[in-house]
């Protein structure tokens, strides 16, 4: 059985940091591409950050391109999301995300998580 569990959410100011983690079991970790993607109530799930399962590519959205970092540890099966800079308009639920391939894991494919919350104060 696959299980992503996310951790790290919380309330943050904004123009602070705040760093998710994910840690994934149920699946071979390195052989899968790891994502982040985010949903304010109401509103479709938006795509966030990927990151290859070699590890030498990452995706991010216009959004939070150069405030977000999207790393992953292979021995500890876990993919984090480093958050910088933070604005209002990042408060969401934040997703955990595997798949198959980039591809899978960009379009929404493939595995999900149970999200943890951010908010945001301004």
């Known amino acids: 059985q696959v299980q992503l569990a996310e951790s790290g959410g919380g309330l943050v100011q904004a123009g602070d940091s705040l760093r998710l983690s994910c840690t994934a079991s149920?699946?071979?970790?390195?052989?899968?591409?790891m994502g982040w993607w985010r949903q304010v109530p109401g509103q479709d799930r938006e795509f966030v950050a990927c990151?290859?399962?070699?590890?030498?590519?990452?995706y991010y959205s216009d959004a939070v391109k150069g405030r977000f970092t999207i790393s992953r540890n292979d021995a500890k099966n876990t993919v984090h999301l480093q958050m910088n800079r933070v604005t209002p308009e990042d408060a969401a639920v934040y997703f955990c995300?595997?798949?198959?391939?980039?591809?899978?894991?960009?379009?929404?494919?493939?595995?999900w998580g149970q999200g943890t919350q951010v908010n945001v104060s301004s």
């Open positions: 995300t595997a798949g198959s391939t980039v591809i899978d894991v960009t379009t929404g494919q493939g595995f």
């Open positions: 149920g699946i071979t970790f390195s052989t899968y591409a």
């Open positions: 990151i290859s399962w070699s590890n030498v590519n990452t």
